[in-house]
């Protein structure tokens, strides 16, 4: 009977310690400096909370990018760990023949050090909300914050180390870039069909490049998107591009 009663109580510590286990590495920058052969693809990764997440690492040589996947994006609690750099992101977009493009992006050249890319998860603090924040969670990448992007000047982003700008008319705050899980599945806000196609928001599609193959994301890392600027700088969601399905954004670690 002893034995029997010492047996189960090994059983539910094993069963215990396996729901709870979870891979070694927290970051891609933790994998790409443990691996010796760094290919780019899915890996797991164990959160602060041991809820093992799936993401893509991209590895190249001595940096790389962390993509986190839609299902998984929920279980974080901040995307602070998983980069390094914060001065800019790579935005990759999904075409509905399957090719994937993609670019950097970050704050205007003069507003490097005085605003740097703020990233965040379902909140959009000192920014302006997005219009579908109720497809959360989301990412939200802000460029400018309300207090400076409030004000009748000239305003913008990069796209692949270009600046794009425009001078904001009517004090309307908005300077970022969303990505929406929209777990529902639900209809996008219908202000892209009213307004506001630009050049300006639709620069990181238009003028990203094609990404290689051995690089390409699965379909689960890609989410719908919004991009809002200004006062006259324009709008874009996935709505407005028939021939993209979806946005992933990318956050750089250097090894």
């Not at 794009?164 to 929406?180: E, G, I, R, V």
């Not at 689960?220 to 809002?228: I, T």
Request: hydrophobic share 35%; proline share 5%; with cysteine.
């Amino acid at each position: 009977m002893a034995f029997f009663i010492f047996f189960k109580l090994l059983l539910i510590s094993t069963v215990a310690e396996l729901a709870y286990s979870c891979r070694p590495e927290s970051s891609c920058q933790q994998i790409y400096k443990n691996s010796v052969a760094r290919v780019s693809g899915e890996y797991q990764l164990c959160t602060p909370t041991r809820i093992n997440i799936d993401v893509f690492c991209d590895f190249y040589d001595g940096y790389g990018y962390t993509y986190v996947s839609s299902e998984s994006l929920g279980v974080l609690q901040t995307l602070s760990g998983l980069y390094t750099n914060k001065t800019n992101v790579v935005v990759r977009h999904r075409h509905t023949n399957g090719t994937q493009r993609g670019v950097e992006i970050a704050p205007l050249s003069e507003f490097t050090n005085t605003y740097p890319l703020s990233v965040q998860l379902s909140h959009a603090d000192g920014f302006k909300t997005p219009l579908n924040a109720a497809m959360q969670p989301y990412i939200y990448i802000g460029f400018l914050p309300e207090s400076y992007a409030k004000s009748t000047t000239k305003q913008g982003y990069q796209v692949g180390g270009v600046d794009y700008t425009f001078t904001n008319c009517d004090s309307n705050p908005n300077s970022y870039l969303a990505l929406f899980t929209n777990p529902s599945n639900g209809p996008l806000n219908d202000y892209y069909t009213r307004c506001c196609m630009s050049d300006l928001v639709s620069a990181w599609i238009t003028k990203a490049t094609v990404t290689p193959l051995p690089h390409y994301l699965p379909k689960k890392y890609f989410y719908d998107f919004e991009m809002h600027m200004g006062g006259c700088g324009g709008y874009v969601s996935t709505g407005s591009f028939p021939t993209v399905t979806g946005a992933a954004v990318g956050f750089k670690f250097v090894a």
